[in-house]
């Protein structure tokens, strides 16, 4: 008699997929730990900073309102303003009054924070460049950066709908 292939219920993971998330999980987890590690010895700053500024020296005038910052950094408003004020405080930022919009708030770029970014990024840079390009060949680097373009995709599809499929 001929076995009836079933989905998976999606609830559950199987051994393979367990194997896989946590071989995933442990590599996410361990490269911003490496990176964040190396920013920290080398610059005294950390990766949730070097976001910060580099969303910043991007920016034209080098400052973004604070609803800008959410965005580029994809972080709830209070950890923004939490971590703008721990900067403010190292001199890498400085809060201005927004003329157009009296209710937001410039984070201005300053003279050390742009120095800061200038001398971590090489270093940073090449810890990237050792871990990731590296330790991978061109077509393993090319098949990972179509598997972050399809996860990409289906996060920014999840973001927009609820799964129909849960029961609650």
């Known amino acids: ?13 199987t051994d393979d997929e367990l194997e896989l998330f946590r071989a995933f999980h442990l590599m996410r987890r361990g490269f911003e730990r490496t ?13 949730s900073e070097l976001e910060v500024l580099m969303a910043l020296i991007r920016s034209p005038g080098r400052r973004l309102r604070v609803r800008d910052l959410v965005d580029a950094t994809g972080w709830e ?29 410039w984070i201005h770029l300053t003279g050390e924070g ?6 971590a990024l090489p270093k940073h840079s090449a810890t990237i460049r050792r871990i990731l390009f590296d330790a991978l060949t061109p077509d393993q680097q ?22 129909a499929d849960c029961d609650d």
Do not use: Y
Not at 35 to 47: E, K, N, P, Y
Not at 77 to 102: I, L, N, P, Y
């Open 1 to 13: 008699m001929a076995t009836v292939r079933t989905r998976p219920d999606p609830r559950k993971l």
């Open 35 to 47: 990176l964040d590690a190396q920013l920290q010895q080398d610059d005294g700053i950390s990766i």
């Open 77 to 105: 408003k209070s950890r923004v303003s939490h971590q703008v004020t721990r900067m403010a405080a190292r001199g890498f930022v400085e809060r201005q009054e927004c003329a157009e919009d009296r209710r937001a708030t």
């Open 114 to 119: 742009r120095r800061v970014v200038v001398r």
């Open 142 to 163: 090319e098949h990972l950066l179509g598997i972050a373009r399809t996860m990409n995709a289906a996060i920014d599809a999840e973001e927009c709908e609820p799964p």
